[in-house]
């Protein structure tokens, strides 16, 4: 699978981490990838409509195929790809995906969409001109236009990404600072929070504080887990081992020790939102 990334020049990158065209040589036939929670939601384009996603979670697969909306992860998934067509990839930043659609994100939390029941004929007429381009600098480009026409001015899932800042500016916490939690309305703060991100701002403060461990791991010059348990904020290596169970399914020691997940598990994203190089 060949793999090229672009960063939006317009005001969409401030939403979108990059766009990825994705074009298949061959070798993916049913790869397998793990995937556990990290805050991002994902677009999918294929407009061959081969593209074919299976998912395990908790012993139950689901299978989508075609363009797709892939909502946010609150536990670890088993994706499985037994056939990838010339495909674009969107990913968007933690809770941007509201910003160019309507579609509660707690109703899409661990499960995907067709695009065509969030975007309807938009997709088609979307598919008409990137199947027209004839290479993948003008399928990017019709495809950032496509996304600029769906921008939502929301100033509700403003508020919500001011929140998400807040917790990444602070990922050592597990709850929002006690100047929002002692407002009136948090209620209604966590409310907006579930519908434009999908879960709950404490389960979605464990998961970006669970990808800061993950970063402290990755540079962290071999540190005991212990030293990166007290270094993320948790309370002891126990506290940490018990998230990390929770959010992985697998122990540290045994899950930084397979291949698959080291290949595949995109160290450079997770360590952009903490700043860390």
């Known amino acids: 699978m060949l793999?090229?990334?672009?960063?939006?020049?317009?005001?969409?990158?401030?939403?979108?981490?990059?766009?990825?065209?994705?074009?298949?040589?061959?070798?993916v036939e049913n790869s397998v990838i793990s995937v556990i929670p990290d805050g991002m939601t994902e677009l999918v384009l294929d407009f061959?409509?081969?593209?074919?996603?299976?998912?395990?979670?908790?012993?139950?697969?689901?299978?989508?195929?075609?363009?797709?909306?892939?909502?946010?992860?609150?536990q670890p998934h088993l994706l499985s790809f037994s056939k990838i067509s010339p495909s674009i990839s969107v990913r968007f930043k933690p809770g941007c995906l509201s910003f160019f659609t309507s579609v509660s994100m707690k109703e899409i939390k661990d499960k995907s969409l067709k695009c065509s029941?969030?975007?309807?004929?938009?997709i088609q007429n979307l598919a008409n001109k990137v199947n027209k381009s004839v290479n993948s600098p003008k399928m990017i480009k019709h495809v950032e236009s496509f996304l600029e026409n769906a921008f939502i001015n929301d100033i509700a899932?403003?508020?919500?990404?001011?929140?998400i800042c807040e917790i990444y500016k602070n990922p050592k916490e597990t709850k929002l600072s006690k100047a929002i939690i002692s407002n009136r309305n948090y209620?209604?703060?966590?409310?907006?929070?579930?519908?434009?991100?999908?879960?709950?701002?404490?389960?979605?403060?464990?998961?970006v504080r669970l990808n800061y461990a993950l970063s402290l791991l990755k540079n962290g010059k071999?540190?005991?887990?212990?030293?990166?348990?007290?270094?993320?904020?948790?309370?002891?290596q126990a506290h940490f081992i018990k998230d990390f169970y929770c959010f992985t399914k697998s122990k540290p020691s045994k899950f930084l020790s397979d291949k698959t997940f080291i290949e595949n598990f995109n160290f450079d994203v997770i360590c952009k939102q903490f700043k860390i190089k």
């Not at 409509?49 to 609150?74: A, D, H, M, P």
């Open 222 to 236: 071999k540190k005991s887990l212990t030293h990166i348990a007290f270094d993320a904020g948790y309370y002891d």
């Open 3 to 27: 793999i090229t990334k672009h960063i939006p020049k317009s005001y969409l990158k401030n939403y979108i981490d990059h766009i990825a065209f994705h074009k298949s040589t061959g070798d």
């Open 157 to 163: 899932v403003y508020e919500t990404r001011n929140y």
């Open 117 to 122: 029941d969030v975007f309807g004929t938009q």
């Open 187 to 207: 209620k209604k703060i966590e409310r907006r929070f579930i519908k434009n991100v999908g879960i709950t701002p404490k389960i979605f403060s464990r998961i």
């Open 48 to 74: 061959e409509n081969i593209y074919k996603r299976e998912v395990l979670i908790n012993q139950t697969v689901n299978i989508t195929k075609g363009s797709q909306i892939i909502g946010i992860k609150s």
